[in-house]
Structures are given as C-alpha cells and as structure tokens.
C-alpha cells in the first residue's frame, strides 16, 4: 500500500531540507492540485524538489486537504515537497530563473538553462511577487499569445530544458514511461492507417 505522506508547513529554518538543484519553487500556489501537476512533472524530468509558499495549500495528506491523484500515484514519492516560505536562502549555489511575463525576460527560445537553476513560477491567480523576484538572477518568458497556466507553464520549461540538454550532448540517458516504469511499450498493430 502506497505511504501516506503528511506535508505541513515549515515555520523553523533549522527544519528546511538544504535545496538540490534543479528545482521548482511555487509562490504562494491557489490550489492542491496546482501543486500535484506539478510535482508530477518533477517527477517525469527527474527533478528531486519542489517548494512553495503561503498558506493557500496545506497538504495535510491524512486529513481532508489530500493532494490530488497525481501526487499519491506510484513513482512520485521520489520528489520531496516543501511547504517553507523562504526557500531561496535554502540553496547554496543556485541560479533562481523567475518564469514570468515581464519586459525584461528573455524569450525560452534563445534561453540557456542554468545546470543549477531553481525555477520560480507565480500563482494562477497572480505572478512571482516582487520580493521574489528580487531573489531571481535569471528572467525567462515563454512566448505565447496568452497565458499559460501553471503546469503547463512548467511543464514547457522542463521540456525545453531536457530537449536543450539532449541537444547538448549533458543531459543523461533519455528514457520513456513504459520503459522506465518496466511495463513495456505499446506496439502499434501493423495494419494501422494513418
Ligand atoms: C496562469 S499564470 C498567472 C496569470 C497571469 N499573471 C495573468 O496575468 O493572467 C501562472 C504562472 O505561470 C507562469 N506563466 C504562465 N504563462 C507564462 C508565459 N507565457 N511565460 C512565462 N511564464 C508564464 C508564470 O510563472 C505565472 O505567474
């Protein structure tokens, strides 16, 4: 049986895990769900973190406020969760990329990804705060007409920094979910039209 797991908020800094890079710091995320999809995606581009901030989402698993499916399936234990408000001060080398809409960000085409970046998307409701920001060395935008919600957000982020990296020869070995998950690929039957 799956291991529940309880997420309260961290208050004292000497509780804080140290941050591991890359990671996914979410400011002050509306609802539960936001941050399932997102530690999903952690997951499926094998980052180990993801923090947030605020008292919007408490992700007390054995009470009432349980994360949604996409947290408690099989696989995602592997990425911790952390519910601190300061979580910047928790890496000792990182580069912090606010993902936001603002002049000065570099569009994600021409984007060089950081090896130790910790990405820092805002609220659906909202953006990356200004004292947040502040906290940011890189500005990254994803050119789109409008925008996108947050896990789609992060998920063009996680694609494009695995695509880049595999395109750079220093990304590790590539693998898909039937592999990895050991249940094998789906084969098309041979008759197929397209
Ligand atoms: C749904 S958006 C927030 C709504 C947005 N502030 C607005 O004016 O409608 C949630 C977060 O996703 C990220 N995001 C969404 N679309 C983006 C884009 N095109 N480029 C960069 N970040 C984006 C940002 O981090 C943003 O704070």
Not at 87 to 101: C, G, L, S, T, Y
Not at 119 to 137: A, Q, R
Request: net charge negative.
């Amino acid at each position: 049986m799956q291991e529940k797991r309880i997420i309260t908020k961290i208050l004292n800094k000497s509780e804080a895990p140290m941050g591991r890079t890359p990671a996914i710091v979410l400011i002050d995320p509306k609802y539960a769900h936001n941050v399932g999809m997102v530690v999903r995606l952690a997951s499926c581009y094998g980052l180990g973190q993801v923090w947030f901030t605020g008292e919007r989402v408490s992700l007390d698993i054995s009470f009432r406020k349980r994360l949604p499916r996409e947290e408690r399936m099989k696989g995602y234990a592997d990425v911790e969760i952390i519910n601190y408000d300061y979580p910047f001060e928790q890496f000792a080398d990182a580069v912090p990329v606010a993902v936001e809409v603002r002049k000065s960000s570099e569009p994600l085409h021409s984007f060089e990804h950081p090896q130790n970046a910790v990405y820092v998307f805002g609220p659906e409701d909202g953006s990356v705060s200004k004292p947040h920001i502040n906290h940011c060395h890189r500005f990254v935008v994803i050119p789109t007409k409008h925008c996108l919600n947050l896990a789609t957000a992060v998920s063009t982020i996680l694609w494009d920094r695995q695509y880049k990296g595999w395109l750079g020869g220093v990304e590790g070995e590539l693998t898909t979910p039937g592999e990895y998950e050991g249940r094998g690929l789906t084969e098309f039957p041979d008759d197929i039209v397209w």
